[in-house]
C-alpha cells in the first residue's frame, strides 16, 4: 500500500489531487435498467469542476432515454484517501451525503438520503471513465454507463 501512495505522490497527474484524472467534460452512453428488468440505452454527458487544488469537486451528470431522465449534482472533497460531500438527484428529487474512497481515477463510494441509498462506483482510465450506480429503492435499479472525455 505504501509504494503505491508514493507512485500517486510522484505522479504529477496525481500531486495536484486527486479529482485530477476526473475533470472536464464527458460524454458517452450505456444503458439503465428498471426494477421491472427494463433495459434502455442512454446518453450521458458529464462535468467535472475542481477546486483548492484539485481536492474539490463539483458534478453534474445527466443522462436520458426514452423512458427515464436522470439528472445528478455532486460536490466532494477529498481527506486523505477518502471523501465526503452532498449528492442529489433532482428529477426524483433524492438527496444525501456522499461518503467513499477516491485515488488513482477510481471512487468508491455511497450516498445516503433518508431511505435512500445507492452505491457508486467512478473509473478513469486515460480519456475514457466508467459509471455504475446501484439505487436501493426507487425505479431504477442499475445505471452502467461508459464516458469519453471530450475535453
Same mark, same amino acid.
Given at each position: 500500500?505504501?509504494?503505491?501512495?508514493? #507512485?500517486?505522490?510522484?505522479? @504529477?497527474?496525481?500531486?495536484?489531487? @486527486?479529482? /485530477?484524472? +476526473?475533470?472536464?467534460? &464527458?460524454?458517452?452512453?450505456?444503458?439503465?435498467?428498471? +426494477? $421491472?428488468?427494463?433495459?434502455? @440505452?442512454?446518453?450521458?454527458?458529464?462535468?467535472?469542476?475542481?477546486?483548492?487544488?484539485?481536492?474539490?469537486?463539483?458534478?453534474?451528470?445527466?443522462?436520458?432515454? $426514452?423512458?427515464?431522465?436522470?439528472?445528478?449534482?455532486?460536490?466532494?472533497?477529498?481527506?486523505?484517501?477518502?471523501?465526503?460531500?452532498? &449528492?442529489?438527484? !433532482?428529477?426524483?428529487?433524492?438527496?444525501?451525503?456522499?461518503?467513499?474512497?477516491?485515488?488513482?481515477?477510481? +471512487?468508491?463510494?455511497?450516498?445516503?438520503?433518508?431511505?435512500?441509498?445507492?452505491?457508486?462506483?467512478? %473509473? #478513469?482510465?486515460? /480519456?475514457?471513465?466508467? #459509471?455504475?450506480? /446501484? @439505487?436501493?429503492?426507487?425505479?431504477?435499479?442499475? #445505471?452502467?454507463?461508459?464516458? !469519453? /472525455?471530450? %475535453?
Amino acid at each position: 500500500m505504501a509504494a503505491a501512495l508514493a #507512485v500517486f505522490a510522484a505522479d @504529477p497527474a496525481y500531486a495536484a489531487g @486527486p479529482f /485530477r484524472p +476526473f475533470l472536464g467534460s &464527458w460524454r458517452g452512453t450505456g444503458e439503465i435498467t428498471s +426494477f $421491472d428488468g427494463r433495459r434502455e @440505452p442512454i446518453s450521458c454527458r458529464a462535468t467535472y469542476e475542481g477546486g483548492d487544488g484539485d481536492r474539490s469537486l463539483s458534478q453534474t451528470l445527466v443522462c436520458a432515454s $426514452d423512458a427515464f431522465r436522470l439528472n445528478i449534482e455532486s460536490s466532494a472533497v477529498a481527506e486523505g484517501g477518502g471523501l465526503r460531500g452532498e &449528492w442529489r438527484e !433532482t428529477t426524483r428529487g433524492v438527496q444525501g451525503t456522499l461518503s467513499g474512497s477516491i485515488g488513482g481515477g477510481d +471512487f468508491e463510494g455511497e450516498v445516503d438520503g433518508g431511505g435512500f441509498t445507492a452505491r457508486i462506483s467512478l %473509473r #478513469v482510465n486515460g /480519456r475514457k471513465q466508467a #459509471v455504475y450506480i /446501484r @439505487p436501493s429503492a426507487g425505479d431504477i435499479k442499475g #445505471v452502467d454507463i461508459v464516458l !469519453t /472525455r471530450s %475535453r
